[in-house]
T-cell receptor, first 113, second 115 residues
Protein backbone atom coordinates (compact mmCIF):
# COMPACT_ATOMS: atom_id res chain seq x y z
CA UNK A 1 0.00 0.00 0.00
CA UNK A 2 1.32 3.43 -0.94
CA UNK A 3 1.74 5.54 2.18
CA UNK A 4 3.52 8.67 3.33
CA UNK A 5 4.24 9.18 7.02
CA UNK A 6 5.60 12.34 8.59
CA UNK A 7 7.13 12.98 11.96
CA UNK A 8 6.89 14.65 14.32
CA UNK A 9 3.21 15.52 14.14
CA UNK A 10 3.98 18.86 15.76
CA UNK A 11 7.06 20.73 16.88
CA UNK A 12 7.74 23.88 18.88
CA UNK A 13 11.15 25.55 18.65
CA UNK A 14 12.74 28.82 19.67
CA UNK A 15 13.41 31.44 17.06
CA UNK A 16 16.91 31.07 15.65
CA UNK A 17 17.11 27.35 16.30
CA UNK A 18 17.34 24.63 13.67
CA UNK A 19 14.95 21.75 13.18
CA UNK A 20 14.51 18.69 11.00
CA UNK A 21 11.25 17.22 9.77
CA UNK A 22 11.01 13.64 8.56
CA UNK A 23 9.06 11.93 5.78
CA UNK A 24 9.02 8.18 5.19
CA UNK A 25 7.19 6.68 2.25
CA UNK A 26 6.35 3.34 0.72
CA UNK A 27 5.28 4.66 -2.69
CA UNK A 28 6.70 2.54 -5.45
CA UNK A 29 7.64 3.07 -8.17
CA UNK A 30 8.73 6.53 -7.14
CA UNK A 31 8.83 9.61 -9.35
CA UNK A 32 9.51 12.58 -7.10
CA UNK A 33 8.91 14.03 -3.66
CA UNK A 34 7.89 17.57 -2.84
CA UNK A 35 7.81 19.50 0.38
CA UNK A 36 5.01 22.03 0.66
CA UNK A 37 4.61 24.79 3.24
CA UNK A 38 1.08 25.67 4.31
CA UNK A 39 0.60 28.85 6.28
CA UNK A 40 -2.50 29.04 8.45
CA UNK A 41 -5.54 29.81 6.33
CA UNK A 42 -3.64 29.54 3.05
CA UNK A 43 -3.08 26.91 0.41
CA UNK A 44 0.14 24.87 0.37
CA UNK A 45 3.10 26.22 -1.59
CA UNK A 46 5.93 24.11 -2.97
CA UNK A 47 9.31 24.56 -1.29
CA UNK A 48 11.38 22.01 -3.13
CA UNK A 49 11.22 18.93 -5.33
CA UNK A 50 13.46 15.88 -5.00
CA UNK A 51 13.87 13.36 -7.80
CA UNK A 52 15.34 9.89 -7.62
CA UNK A 53 18.88 10.98 -8.44
CA UNK A 54 19.02 13.90 -6.02
CA UNK A 55 20.35 13.54 -2.49
CA UNK A 56 20.12 17.10 -1.24
CA UNK A 57 18.73 20.40 -2.41
CA UNK A 58 18.61 23.79 -0.74
CA UNK A 59 16.16 26.65 -1.02
CA UNK A 60 17.41 29.45 1.20
CA UNK A 61 17.24 28.27 4.80
CA UNK A 62 15.44 25.09 3.76
CA UNK A 63 17.46 21.99 2.86
CA UNK A 64 15.77 18.80 1.73
CA UNK A 65 17.44 15.41 1.60
CA UNK A 66 16.35 12.20 -0.05
CA UNK A 67 17.49 8.62 0.43
CA UNK A 68 15.66 6.70 -2.27
CA UNK A 69 17.02 3.39 -1.03
CA UNK A 70 15.50 3.70 2.43
CA UNK A 71 12.58 5.80 1.12
CA UNK A 72 13.22 8.63 3.54
CA UNK A 73 13.32 12.38 3.13
CA UNK A 74 14.02 15.18 5.55
CA UNK A 75 13.49 18.92 5.55
CA UNK A 76 16.01 20.87 7.59
CA UNK A 77 15.24 24.45 8.55
CA UNK A 78 18.18 26.57 9.60
CA UNK A 79 18.04 29.64 11.85
CA UNK A 80 14.28 29.48 12.18
CA UNK A 81 12.15 32.60 11.93
CA UNK A 82 8.69 33.33 13.25
CA UNK A 83 7.43 33.21 9.66
CA UNK A 84 8.47 29.57 9.43
CA UNK A 85 5.49 28.72 11.64
CA UNK A 86 3.33 26.60 9.35
CA UNK A 87 2.44 23.05 8.40
CA UNK A 88 4.95 21.23 6.23
CA UNK A 89 3.51 18.59 3.97
CA UNK A 90 5.43 15.83 2.20
CA UNK A 91 3.90 14.74 -1.13
CA UNK A 92 5.20 11.76 -3.06
CA UNK A 93 4.37 11.19 -6.71
CA UNK A 94 4.37 7.68 -8.06
CA UNK A 95 5.02 6.75 -11.66
CA UNK A 96 1.81 4.94 -12.48
CA UNK A 97 -1.86 5.75 -12.33
CA UNK A 98 -3.77 8.83 -13.33
CA UNK A 99 -3.87 10.26 -9.81
CA UNK A 100 -0.52 9.24 -8.42
CA UNK A 101 -0.03 11.71 -5.58
CA UNK A 102 0.29 10.58 -1.98
CA UNK A 103 0.13 13.09 0.86
CA UNK A 104 1.55 12.98 4.35
CA UNK A 105 -0.54 14.44 7.15
CA UNK A 106 2.02 17.16 7.75
CA UNK A 107 4.16 18.48 10.58
CA UNK A 108 2.86 21.52 12.40
CA UNK A 109 5.85 23.77 13.24
CA UNK A 110 5.54 26.62 15.71
CA UNK A 111 8.46 29.02 16.13
CA UNK A 112 8.30 31.06 19.31
CA UNK A 113 10.27 34.21 20.17
CA UNK B 1 -5.33 36.24 -12.43
CA UNK B 2 -1.93 34.74 -11.83
CA UNK B 3 -2.96 32.09 -9.35
CA UNK B 4 -5.70 29.59 -8.63
CA UNK B 5 -8.84 31.40 -7.54
CA UNK B 6 -11.52 29.87 -5.35
CA UNK B 7 -14.91 31.19 -4.34
CA UNK B 8 -16.51 31.72 -1.99
CA UNK B 9 -13.70 32.03 0.52
CA UNK B 10 -16.17 31.35 3.32
CA UNK B 11 -19.58 29.72 3.23
CA UNK B 12 -21.92 29.13 6.14
CA UNK B 13 -24.96 27.03 5.39
CA UNK B 14 -27.67 25.11 7.16
CA UNK B 15 -27.73 21.36 7.33
CA UNK B 16 -29.58 19.92 4.35
CA UNK B 17 -28.84 22.78 1.96
CA UNK B 18 -26.85 22.38 -1.25
CA UNK B 19 -23.61 24.31 -1.81
CA UNK B 20 -21.45 25.00 -4.83
CA UNK B 21 -17.76 25.79 -4.61
CA UNK B 22 -15.92 27.22 -7.59
CA UNK B 23 -12.34 26.90 -8.74
CA UNK B 24 -10.62 28.92 -11.47
CA UNK B 25 -7.33 27.19 -12.26
CA UNK B 26 -4.26 28.81 -13.73
CA UNK B 27 -4.76 29.32 -17.45
CA UNK B 28 -3.32 26.46 -19.48
CA UNK B 29 -3.12 24.00 -16.60
CA UNK B 30 -4.55 20.68 -17.71
CA UNK B 31 -4.80 18.97 -14.35
CA UNK B 32 -7.19 20.05 -11.60
CA UNK B 33 -7.61 18.53 -8.14
CA UNK B 34 -10.06 18.99 -5.29
CA UNK B 35 -9.02 18.20 -1.72
CA UNK B 36 -10.75 18.48 1.62
CA UNK B 37 -8.94 19.51 4.78
CA UNK B 38 -10.65 19.16 8.13
CA UNK B 39 -9.39 21.18 11.08
CA UNK B 40 -5.89 20.10 12.00
CA UNK B 41 -5.94 17.24 9.50
CA UNK B 42 -4.09 16.40 6.32
CA UNK B 43 -5.39 16.81 2.80
CA UNK B 44 -8.01 14.29 1.70
CA UNK B 45 -8.21 13.67 -2.05
CA UNK B 46 -11.67 14.12 -3.56
CA UNK B 47 -11.50 14.23 -7.35
CA UNK B 48 -9.00 14.74 -10.19
CA UNK B 49 -9.50 16.07 -13.72
CA UNK B 50 -6.89 15.66 -16.44
CA UNK B 51 -7.60 17.25 -19.80
CA UNK B 52 -10.50 15.56 -21.56
CA UNK B 53 -10.08 12.26 -19.76
CA UNK B 54 -12.76 10.87 -17.48
CA UNK B 55 -12.25 12.28 -13.98
CA UNK B 56 -10.92 10.17 -11.13
CA UNK B 57 -13.78 10.33 -8.63
CA UNK B 58 -12.40 7.70 -6.29
CA UNK B 59 -12.03 10.13 -3.37
CA UNK B 60 -15.59 11.44 -3.25
CA UNK B 61 -16.94 10.39 0.17
CA UNK B 62 -20.56 9.91 -0.88
CA UNK B 63 -22.98 10.41 -3.75
CA UNK B 64 -23.88 13.79 -2.26
CA UNK B 65 -20.58 15.05 -3.67
CA UNK B 66 -20.09 15.77 -7.36
CA UNK B 67 -17.83 17.92 -9.46
CA UNK B 68 -17.58 19.05 -13.03
CA UNK B 69 -15.06 20.90 -15.09
CA UNK B 70 -16.41 22.90 -17.99
CA UNK B 71 -14.33 23.52 -21.09
CA UNK B 72 -11.26 22.15 -19.42
CA UNK B 73 -11.06 25.21 -17.19
CA UNK B 74 -13.39 26.24 -14.36
CA UNK B 75 -14.50 23.55 -11.96
CA UNK B 76 -17.45 23.40 -9.58
CA UNK B 77 -17.68 21.11 -6.56
CA UNK B 78 -21.27 20.54 -5.47
CA UNK B 79 -22.31 19.14 -2.12
CA UNK B 80 -25.97 18.21 -1.84
CA UNK B 81 -27.93 17.95 1.40
CA UNK B 82 -24.97 19.14 3.44
CA UNK B 83 -24.19 17.51 6.77
CA UNK B 84 -22.23 18.89 9.71
CA UNK B 85 -19.35 16.50 8.97
CA UNK B 86 -18.93 18.23 5.61
CA UNK B 87 -17.54 21.26 7.45
CA UNK B 88 -13.96 21.69 6.25
CA UNK B 89 -11.74 23.72 3.97
CA UNK B 90 -12.04 22.65 0.36
CA UNK B 91 -8.83 23.24 -1.56
CA UNK B 92 -8.46 23.28 -5.32
CA UNK B 93 -5.12 22.84 -7.08
CA UNK B 94 -4.06 22.91 -10.70
CA UNK B 95 -0.97 21.59 -12.39
CA UNK B 96 0.50 22.32 -15.81
CA UNK B 97 1.06 18.68 -16.61
CA UNK B 98 0.24 15.19 -15.54
CA UNK B 99 3.90 14.45 -16.06
CA UNK B 100 6.43 13.46 -13.48
CA UNK B 101 7.45 16.85 -12.19
CA UNK B 102 4.09 18.58 -12.06
CA UNK B 103 3.89 21.02 -9.18
CA UNK B 104 0.50 21.65 -7.64
CA UNK B 105 -0.59 25.27 -7.37
CA UNK B 106 -3.21 25.63 -4.68
CA UNK B 107 -5.93 28.17 -4.20
CA UNK B 108 -6.63 29.73 -0.83
CA UNK B 109 -9.50 27.35 -0.21
CA UNK B 110 -13.20 27.63 0.52
CA UNK B 111 -14.07 27.25 4.18
CA UNK B 112 -17.43 25.54 4.55
CA UNK B 113 -19.32 25.57 7.83
CA UNK B 114 -22.51 23.53 8.10
CA UNK B 115 -24.68 24.50 11.05
Amino acid sequence: KNQVEQSPQSLIILEGKNCTLQCNYTVSPFSNLRWYKQDTGRGPVSLTIMTFSENTKSNGRYTATLDADTKQSSLHITASQLSDSASYICVVRGQTGANNLFFGTGTRLTVIP
Amino acid sequence: GAGVSQSPSNKVTEKGKDVELRCDPISGHTALYWYRQSLGQGLEFLIYFQGNSAPDKSGLPSDRFSAERTGGSVSTLTIQRTQQEDSAVYLCASSPTQGAAGELFFGEGSRLTVL
